[in-house]
T-cell receptor, first 111, second 115 residues
Framework: DAKTTQPPSMDCAEGRAANLPCNHS???????VYWYRQIHSQGPQYIIH???NNETNEMASLIITEDRKSSTLILPHATLRDTAVYYC????????????FGTGTRLTVIP | GAGVSQSPRYKVAKRGQDVALRCDPI?????LFWYQQALGQGPEFLTY????????KSGLPSDRFFAERPEGSVSTLKIQRTQQEDSAVYLC?????????????FGPGTRLTVL
């Protein structure tokens, strides 16, 4: 069953910030928010994850609302190589659990 | 370091043939997952191993699908008597469960085409 809702597609100008939204209104207290992306003909690539605090790494920032019902993935300076399908996934902690991908958001970075 | 590798990258089979797809996980990763990705869809879970034990095979679509990981490292996904609906990309992921939760790292996938 789908636990997240994402827009099917978005465009972003090269060099600008890309803000990808995700709704997860039924998230449980022990569930993490994960983001993966899949560039054409490649396997999914891990981007970032968080529980309730905002997170930042070398690839992106993850902003989670205080009620945890939604989040935003931010790519600060989008490049053409960031064109991909981005998946927002919620999954419980406590060990290995399979990922439910859904259909994701197709981000197109425009020159 | 070396990531997850899969072979072959492309496989064409005639309907009714058996195929075997190989996954080499990241060294030391305890958990191994197989996913199936149909054209235009997100990956869907097939099965999960912890070391050599297959702990979840709830996603395998039929008894023609069989997976093994006999020594807790390399895994093979076997599909018997392939059908056209088996055409998809088969993805393998591995992880090392840590505190809280684990991150799965994916291989490039094997694209299976059944004619």
């Amino acid at each position: 069953d789908a636990k997240t809702t994402q827009p099917p597609s978005m465009d972003c100008a090269e060099g600008r910030a890309a803000n990808l939204p995700c709704n997860h209104s039924t998230i449980s207290g022990n569930e993490y928010v994960y983001w993966y992306r899949q560039i054409h003909s490649q396997g999914p690539q891990y981007i970032i994850h968080g529980l309730k605090n905002n997170e930042t790494n070398e690839m992106a920032s993850l902003i989670i609302t205080e009620d945890r019902k939604s989040s935003t993935l931010i790519l600060p300076h989008a490049t053409l190589r960031d064109t991909a399908v981005y998946y927002c996934i919620v999954r419980p902690g406590g060990g290995a659990n399979n990922l439910f991908f859904g259909t994701g958001t197709r981000l197109t970075v425009i020159p | 370091g070396a990531g997850v590798s899969q072979s072959p990258r492309y496989k064409v089979a005639k309907r009714g043939q058996d195929v075997a797809l190989r996954c080499d996980p990241i060294s030391g990763h305890v958990s191994l997952f197989w996913y199936q990705q149909a054209l235009g869809q997100g990956p869907e879970f097939l099965t999960y191993f912890q070391n050599e034990a297959q702990l979840d095979k709830s996603g395998l679509p039929s008894d023609r699908f069989f997976a093994e990981r006999p020594e807790g490292s390399v895994s093979t996904l076997k599909i018997q008597r392939t059908q056209q609906e088996d055409s998809a990309v088969y993805l393998c992921a591995s992880s090392f469960p840590g505190h809280g939760t684990d991150t799965q790292y994916f291989g490039p996938g094997t694209r299976l085409t059944v004619l």
